[in-house]
């Protein structure tokens, strides 16, 4: 039986890293083509999506200096708000599960598995933004 290490973590996240419209100094190029992208949304029309109807509830007999108007952008560039959150799930590390390998291949699956049902199993939570890096 294999013995591996399953780690989460909870952070602001990067939207143009995670679709690696930059490529960081850890990222191996030549192996980004692997990656597999689950879901890739505008996260301005995930907030419409989510967030419009209560606005419209929300603005009913405001003044108009107390109204929304765009629910992203008040949250963009509010103080204390965060647009999203990013969670990074990982199993091993790439030295006991590294990619090409058997044990790679295990995680892949493991974590595919896991991404495919997440929702269901958090139904309150919204993905927008998901890839399984393999580099």
Not at 83 to 86: A, M, P, R, V
Not at 106 to 109: D, E
Not at 115 to 122: G, P, T, V, Y
């Given at each position: 039986m294999i013995k591996r290490t399953i780690s989460g973590m909870i952070g602001a996240g990067s939207l143009a890293h995670n679709r690696?419209?930059?490529v960081a100094e850890?990222?191996?190029l030549k192996r980004t083509q692997y990656n597999i992208c689950y879901r890739n949304e505008n996260l301005q029309e995930?907030?419409?999506?989510l967030f419009d109807e209560a606005v419209e509830r929300y603005n009913v007999g405001k003044r108009n200096d107390r109204k929304i108007t765009n629910y992203y952008e008040k949250i963009r560039l509010g103080k204390q708000e965060k647009?999203?959150?990013?969670v990074i799930f990982q199993i091993g590390n790439c030295g006991d599960m590294a990619v090409g390998t058997e044990e790679g291949e295990?995680?892949?699956?493991i974590l595919d598995e896991f991404?495919?049902?997440?929702?269901?199993?958090?139904p309150t939570l919204r993905l927008f933004?998901?890839?399984l890096h393999l580099v």
């Open positions: 690696r419209d930059f850890n990222v191996d995930v907030y419409k999506e647009l999203f959150h990013e295990l995680a892949v699956k991404l495919k049902d997440f929702e269901k199993r958090n933004n998901c890839y």
